[in-house]
């Protein structure tokens, strides 16, 4: 097939590129051409939708379309006006945070969404980021009713993340030694690996398919997180959970400075307990999380070692908490057991 992708060098773009390539696909990548392509012989069309500039689409036609950057209604609405007539479905890459939460666990395809923004903005602001998509999933099916396909994933981690969510987790425990737990080993998380999504959407092209599915790993824990970490960059790292009331009274960014971890409240436990049920019906598969652990320990190390481009202009995202604090969190929650236990 002739698949065009718009977006496609960065995190879920590239390994959606690499997943068509190796289904043997011919792949076309349509971008501002700022980021240089990793691979031989690929089309690249230059172009902006920030500015409207489309031209080079012009004229063209593919098989399919796979938007893995579309945040903004009216952008998304400006491609698939533009190609309505050139291609023969069009496929999205939406987000599992278009739920209204909490909702009812386990939050399937048919749970309620976000209302959309009464005005659109010209720029992504973090409360709106669930609600925009909504609207760019609404443009798509406006545009190609019964040719769209809407994929909603909720965390992606392995290689390639910028976001340093997941990454952080693994290169900490990396280092190995006592290190913070958050809240409790049963506390909640649910990331699935970028491959697996890759895989899963260009498999789903080439089966022609259409409508909504969530592309979620198991819902899991930082128990197993921490675990796979260990497993997967072979370290002798020891978690101390630390309580997430200490946590909290501490002033700990929750997702900022303990990334991913979440406070133990009915948004949260929905935000990670979606279904991904329909999309294994349709042939998603999910790799171990050790091995995800393990690829982005090999990728975090190769950019570290210059031998892979960092994920963004200035290395990697600054989250996580700085070593000095952590400790200080370590050294509170002994001092918190030992008080109890007097």
């Given at each position: 097939m002739r698949i065009l992708v718009l977006g496609g060098t960065r995190f879920v773009g590239r390994h959606l590129v690499e997943a068509a390539r190796a289904g043997g696909h011919a792949v076309t990548v349509f971008n501002r051409g700022r980021t240089p392509l990793p691979w031989d012989g690929l089309e690249q069309l230059a172009g902006d939708r920030e500015t409207g500039d489309l031209e080079s689409l012009r004229?063209?036609?593919w098989d399919a379309c796979l938007d893995v950057n579309g945040y903004l209604p009216q952008q998304v609405r400006a491609s698939a006006a533009l190609l309505r007539d050139r291609v023969a479905r069009y496929a999205f890459i939406s987000t599992a945070s278009?739920?209204?939460?909490?909702?009812t666990p386990p939050i399937d395809e048919t749970g309620d969404v976000h209302p959309v923004p009464a005005q659109e903005p010209?720029?992504?602001?973090?409360?709106?980021?669930?609600?925009?998509?909504?609207?760019?999933?609404?443009?798509?099916?406006?545009?190609?009713?019964?040719?769209?396909?809407?994929?909603?994933?909720?965390?992606?981690?392995?290689?390639?993340?910028?976001?340093?969510?997941?990454?952080?987790?693994?290169?900490?425990?990396?280092?190995?030694?006592?290190?913070?737990?958050?809240?409790?080993?049963?506390?909640?998380?649910?990331?699935?690996?970028?491959?697996d999504l890759a895989q899963f959407a260009t498999a789903l092209i080439g089966a022609q398919a259409t409508g909504l599915f969530n592309v979620c790993g198991a819902p899991s824990t930082f128990g197993e997180l921490l675990a796979a970490c260990a497993s997967g960059t072979g370290s002798d790292a020891r978690p101390t959970w630390v309580s997430e009331q200490l946590l909290l009274d501490a002033g700990v960014?929750?997702?900022?400075?303990?990334?991913?971890?979440?406070?133990?409240?009915?948004?949260?436990?929905?935000?990670?307990?979606?279904?991904?049920?329909?999309?294994?019906?349709?042939?998603?598969?999910?790799?171990?999380?050790?091995?995800t652990a393990r690829d982005t320990w090999a990728w975090i190390a190769a950019v570290r070692a210059g031998a892979s481009p960092a994920p963004t202009p200035g290395g990697f995202v600054a989250r996580g908490l700085p070593r000095e604090r952590e400790a200080a969190l370590l050294a509170d929650q002994r001092t918190a057991l030992n008080t109890r236990s007097s």
């Open positions: 004229g063209r036609e278009v739920y209204a939460l909490p909702g010209d720029a992504v602001a973090p409360e709106l980021y669930g609600p925009l998509k909504v609207a760019c999933e609404q443009e798509v099916e406006r545009a190609f009713p019964g040719r769209a396909l809407i994929l909603r994933p909720g965390i992606v981690a392995g290689p390639y993340d910028p976001t340093n969510r997941f990454a952080w987790w693994v290169e900490r425990v990396a280092r190995g030694g006592e290190m913070l737990g958050p809240g409790a080993p049963s506390s909640r998380v649910q990331l699935v690996d970028g491959r960014e929750p997702f900022d400075e303990l990334p991913l971890w979440l406070p133990d409240e009915p948004d949260n436990r929905a935000f990670y307990s979606f279904s991904n049920a329909r999309a294994r019906v349709a042939g998603l598969t999910l790799r171990p999380l050790s091995e």
